[in-house]
């Protein structure tokens, strides 16, 4: 029988969570933390599968019957990108699949959708199609909006292509940047960020409020840009200030936390040019761009450690996309 590994890197939001999933850009980086997805093809025609990170042993399911009645939530993504795979390009028999990961999925490293491009990517692999990663990013998108309802897809973008991306709402714009050396130090709160109650949250304020969110919005955009032609220079001073701004936006969205918070202010106090943070918001991660080299890292990293943060050290930044492994 057949057999796929695939793996693809976890991912950090430098610029732009939230303003993304209302059609304005943002900037997403790959960290060289990765899930890896195994599928074997079998012949008895159900889905059986492993994801120990997020604590699914033994899910067995027939195949005609993907997409319907009880799953447990770690596996649904896995199931809803099998099923949406195969809508499209359909092949008999079953499947065995096993999940592995680098990192905790209580990060915010984008476990679902680095799990979901895994899957997708495989079954391309297995079934000899040729996809572009536009079509293999619409797939996992359409997956990750038939389970969440909502979301920008920046999370799969990273996961399949990799690198740092200039990426728009839904991948209609998504661009490969040329970025080196990024001085990042990563803090994690050990909150772990409920992503789908923020982003309903901040609709809620959307509705309420249309014009003082969109204003928002658009500052936010107009960030992005300045810190996407910034980070081609390498200016790390100039970005760490616009990060301060991006954060100071968070903050009037209201999607920031007391731990974020003294995160992003011990790392300030300890002179990083700047600290936001990453993702949802409500916990997960902040990131913060240092100066002076190691040393400067080292002091940064020591003041989010003394508040009670944990330090991420991702080999990476800008890991490469999915890959075929085995
Ligand atoms: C979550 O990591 C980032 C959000 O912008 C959601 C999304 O883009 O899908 C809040």
Same mark, same amino acid.
């Given at each position: 029988?057949?057999?796929v ?22 900037l997403v ?9 195994? !599928?074997?093809?079998?012949e ?5 599968l ?5 604590h ?13 009645g009880?799953t ?5 993504f896995?199931e ?8 499209k390009?359909?092949?008999s ?15 915010g ?8 491009a ?6 391309a ?17 359409k997956?990750?909006?038939?389970i ?11 996961a ?5 991306l200039?990426f ?10 040329k970025?080196k050396d990024?001085p990042?130090?990563i803090?994690?709160?050990g909150?772990?960020?409920d992503t ?7 609709g ?8 003082r969110?969109n204003r928002?919005?658009d ?13 081609a220079e390498?200016?790390?001073?100039r970005?760490?200030k616009?990060?301060d ?10 999607v ?7 995160? !992003?202010?011990t ?19 902040? !990131? ?6 190691a ?12 508040v ?5 050290h ?6 490469q ?5 085995a």
């Amino acid at each position: 029988m057949r057999t796929v590994t695939v793996s693809t890197p976890g991912k950090l939001m430098l610029f732009g969570e939230h303003a993304v999933v209302y059609d304005r850009p943002c900037l997403v980086t790959a960290v060289d933390q990765r899930m890896r997805v195994t !599928i074997e093809l079998t012949e008895e025609k159900v889905l059986m599968l492993d994801a120990p990170d997020v604590h699914v042993s033994g899910f067995v399911k027939p195949m005609d019957a993907l997409g319907t009645g009880e799953t447990p939530k770690g596996a649904q993504f896995v199931e809803v990108a099998i099923k949406n795979f195969l809508t499209k390009h359909p092949f008999s028999g079953g499947l065995k699949v096993s999940t592995a990961s680098d990192f905790s999925s209580l990060f915010g490293f984008g476990s679902s959708s680095a799990s979901t491009a895994c899957v997708v990517k495989a079954l391309a692999e297995l079934s000899g199609k040729k996809m572009s990663q536009k079509q293999l990013f619409d797939i996992s998108y359409k997956t990750v909006l038939d389970i969440q309802g909502k979301g920008s897809g920046f999370d799969v973008a990273a996961a399949i292509y990799g690198g740092t991306l200039y990426f728009v709402t839904g991948g209609k714009i998504i661009e490969p940047l040329k970025v080196k050396d990024m001085p990042l130090v990563i803090g994690y709160t050990g909150v772990k960020a409920d992503t789908v109650t923020l982003m309903r949250e901040v609709g809620e304020k959307m509705k309420a409020h249309p014009e003082r969110v969109n204003r928002i919005y658009d500052a936010i955009a107009k960030l992005v840009e300045d810190a996407k032609g910034k980070m081609a220079e390498g200016d790390w001073e100039r970005v760490g200030k616009l990060m301060d701004f991006n954060q100071e936006y968070l903050r009037d969205l209201g999607v920031s936390s007391e731990k974020l918070e003294a995160l !992003i202010s011990t790392a300030k106090s300890a002179g990083a040019w700047g600290a936001k943070l990453s993702g949802a918001g409500g916990g997960d991660c902040m !990131i913060a761009l240092h100066p002076d080299g190691a040393s400067g890292k080292r002091r940064i990293e020591d003041a989010i450690t003394k508040v009670g943060g944990q330090v991420i050290h991702p080999d990476l930044i800008g890991a490469q996309g999915a890959r075929v492994e085995a």
